[in-house]
């Protein structure tokens, strides 16, 4: 049963940036049964209303109370909330515990989609996030950006730089390798329809295994269950297929501009890049000139992974989580 979340409407942010009101509402996640543990690290569900009506899909770990900084994790182009299952509850009950969010953007996941394809753009998905941490009162956070995400998170460093404590830019950078770009806009939207998830395991690993050599069979078939969802009894993608409109107009001979003044916002706090070793997306050259421009920037490059490394292995997530603690601390110094 829905029911009004206390506090909606209420706005963190200077109402001149998202002057309608908005709504949110909490459903429980139908895992959240067996014990008050198990439903806290599953998390929970909220939705909240966009400023144009549509409704926006959060997955929330922890408290809002927490006195720690929280954490906000933004998904790539194609991708949704599901990517920060292993990482959301950790970073959420490590010590000292955080509230930790994940969000759809629109047309993915649990998110509304949207009738008009031309809204699927970064200054509406910008717009969107405001939405989210107006309505969740969510104030600094640590943003964990992967691919889309981590752009999203650059653009906000650049024109809200007040909401962001640190950024963990997930095989992003300033400058978007067009090898990549192509690669991508060649499946986004046109992938096969498989007729069960053991199909979908074999296209899956047709376009990406070069990139992912080491993958598990269980990692392969947990990256389906990902990619698609039953819908009448048919597997279909897990976001709106008219996201391709994004790609459209890409084209190799007129590369997108780099984000280098973007990047230059998150200059005054900590930076944390994760870099896929096989990634067509992010070179190691990027993240070289990002270290030259942030002396104190921290990267880890993750061996057999392209773009974007899973966030599942232990020794890389308790890395972020070190990260995020050290994100606390630089708080505190200002």
């Not at 969000?103 to 910008?126: F, M, T, W």
């Not at 104030?139 to 460093?157: E, K």
């Not at 598990?216 to 990619?227: K, L, N, S, V």
């Amino acid at each position: 049963m829905e029911k009004n979340c206390p506090g909606a409407g209420q706005e963190k942010l200077p109402r001149q940036q998202l002057p309608i009101r908005l709504g949110v509402v909490i459903e429980p996640s139908p895992q959240i049964a067996a014990t008050s543990l198990a439903a806290g690290r599953a998390g929970r569900s909220v939705f909240v209303t966009a400023p144009d009506g549509l409704r926006l899909h959060v997955r929330e770990y922890g408290a809002p109370s927490m006195s720690t900084i929280p954490v906000v994790c933004l998904p790539g182009l194609a991708r949704m909330t599901a990517d920060f299952d292993a990482l959301a509850p950790v970073l959420a009950f490590a010590e000292p515990p955080r509230r930790v969010i994940a969000i759809d953007s629109r047309g993915r996941g649990q998110s509304e989609y949207d009738p008009d394809p031309q809204h699927y753009n970064l200054a509406v998905e910008l717009s969107d996030v405001l939405a989210v941490l107006t309505a969740l009162q969510i104030g600094p956070a640590v943003f964990v950006g992967s691919s889309r995400g981590g752009i999203l998170t650059m653009l906000l460093a650049a024109a809200h730089p007040a909401t962001i404590a640190g950024a963990v830019l997930h095989d992003i950078g300033p400058v978007i390798e067009p090898a990549g770009l192509v690669r991508i806009k060649s499946y986004v939207g046109k992938l096969p329809r498989p007729g069960n998830l053991d199909e979908g395991v074999k296209i899956l690993r047709q376009l990406f295994a070069p990139h992912f050599p080491k993958l598990t069979p269980e990692q392969w078939f947990a990256a389906a269950r990902r990619t698609w969802k039953t819908e009448h009894g048919a597997l279909v993608p897990t976001y709106d297929v008219q996201l391709a409109h994004t790609l459209a107009e890409f084209d190799i001979e007129r590369l997108p501009p780099p984000l280098w003044n973007e990047f230059d916002a998150l200059a005054r706090v900590p930076v944390l890049v994760i870099r896929g070793a096989n990634s067509d997306i992010l070179s190691a050259a990027t993240v070289s000139a990002m270290h030259a421009r942030h002396p104190n920037l921290e990267s880890i490059e993750v061996a057999d992974q392209g773009h974007v490394p899973l966030l599942e292995d232990d020794t890389l997530l308790q890395r972020i989580v070190a990260f995020v603690k050290k994100c606390d601390m630089a708080t505190l110094t200002y």
